[in-house]
Nanobody, 130 residues
Framework: QLQLVESGGGLVQPGGSLRLSCTASGFTLDDYTIGWFRQAPGKEREGISCISSSGSGTSYGDSVKGRFTISRDNAKNTIYLQMNSLKPEDTAVYYC???????????????????????WGQGTQVSVSS
């Protein structure tokens, strides 16, 4: 059974850093694009980053570009989101999600349509406040 579990959220001061983890089980990362999304109270779900099934392709939303970095560890079947220079507007529940890639290997990823991602984790809360 395909499962995703996020961890690493918490409360941090503005300008601080956090690293989120998304541990996958029941499938191999080589066949899936993994995306990170977030949702703040009263706001729509926002795609912020993704990593391709090959692991070589990444993409970032404008709101996090230059501050967040996505990566993965195949040995641990885990995807990371390193978040630096955090701002109060980064406060949200963060989710990772998986999108199956029929061809298996791809250097491209997109998070533009969250409906492409069929499997989701339970989310982890990130709060940025002084």
């Amino acid at each position: 059974q395909l499962q995703l579990v996020e961890s690493g959220g918490g409360l941090v001061q503005p300008g601080g850093s956090l690293r989120l983890s998304c541990t996958a089980s029941g499938f191999t990362l080589d066949d899936y694009t993994i995306g990170w999304f977030r949702q703040a109270p009263g706001k729509e779900r926002e795609g912020i980053s993704c990593i391709s099934s090959s692991g070589s392709g990444t993409s970032y939303g404008d709101s996090v570009k230059g501050r967040f970095t996505i990566s993965r560890d195949n040995a641990k079947n885990t995807i990371y989101l390193q978040m630096n220079s955090l701002k109060p507007e980064d406060t949200a529940v963060y989710y990772c999600a998986a999108d199956w890639v029929p061809s298996g290997y791809s250097t491209y990823c997109s998070f533009r349509d969250f409906r492409d991602f069929r499997s989701w984790g339970q989310g982890t809360q990130v709060s940025v406040s002084s």
